[in-house]
């Protein structure tokens, strides 16, 4: 199992340009959740999935998108890049099996510079 | 308050040693409690999850939970200098329902001296 993927690893964009962060997750699990994390800041969630054709807003939702076609893909758009969303992007996925815990794995990460 | 709170660190400790890393939380309807580590560049790692209220051993990693004064812990023992990182508290969020979300602490910076 590859677990949580997300590419790009790295990525600079100009404001105003527009971009998809892609995740997978090969794991069959129905959740999934989209995070930024700024230094000192802590991780912040910005949209989440309960399984497919459910998202659902986060804590900080504003300037992103989501969609969720099928279980194992998640990707996360961003409109018109801001230098506010200069950050790192975690995506992370939990099991729905009844009797499982909370916890959740997290993919790599995408570092993203809005210049 | 916070929801979930923990001290930022730096936490330095000398090799060999036992790190204690503590976490407490607001919302008296958690159950579920996980410890994170992220190392600098990286993704969050779990650790260890604990659901009662006592201690749950890991190798060289203890968890510890008291439901009663909403407080939970982890002791890293024989530290290493591998073991230099952030550590994350995370709880369930009960209000969420069925949504998994968790309430995630600022992280605790451990720093293991040889």
């Known amino acids: 199992n590859a677990g949580v993927t997300q590419t790009p690893k790295f990525r600079i964009l100009k404001i105003g340009q527009s971009m998809t962060l892609q995740c997978t997750q090969d794991m069959n699990h129905n959740y999934m959740y989209w995070y930024r994390q700024d230094p000192g800041m802590g991780l912040k969630l910005i949209y989440y999935s309960v399984g497919a054709g459910i998202t659902d807003k986060g804590e900080v939702p504003n300037g992103y998108n989501v969609s969720r076609s099928t279980t194992e893909d998640f990707p996360l758009r961003l409109e018109l890049a801001a230098p506010s969303q200069t950050s790192v992007y975690f995506c992370?996925?939990?099991?729905?099996?009844?009797?499982?815990?909370?916890?959740?794995?997290f993919g790599p990460g995408t570092r993203l510079t809005v210049t | 308050q916070k929801e979930v709170e923990q001290n930022s660190g730096p936490l330095s400790v000398p090799e060999g040693a036992i790190a204690s890393l503590n976490c407490t939380y607001s919302?008296?309807?958690?159950?579920?409690f996980f410890w994170y580590r992220q190392y600098s560049g990286k993704s969050p790692e779990l650790i260890m999850f604990?659901?009662s209220n006592g201690d749950k051993e890991d190798g060289r990693f203890t968890a510890q939970l008291n439901k009663a004064s909403q407080y939970v812990s982890l002791l890293i023992r024989d530290s290493q200098p591998s073991d230099s990182a952030t550590y994350l508290c995370?709880?369930?969020?009960?209000?969420?329902?069925?949504?998994?979300?968790?309430?995630w602490g600022l992280g605790t910076s451990l720093a293991v001296n040889p």
């Open positions: 919302d008296r309807g958690s159950q579920s």
């Open positions: 992370a996925s939990s099991s729905s099996l009844q009797g499982d815990s909370y916890e959740q794995y």
């Open positions: 995370a709880v369930n969020r009960p209000s969420a329902g069925n949504n998994r979300k968790l309430i």
């Open positions: 604990i659901y």
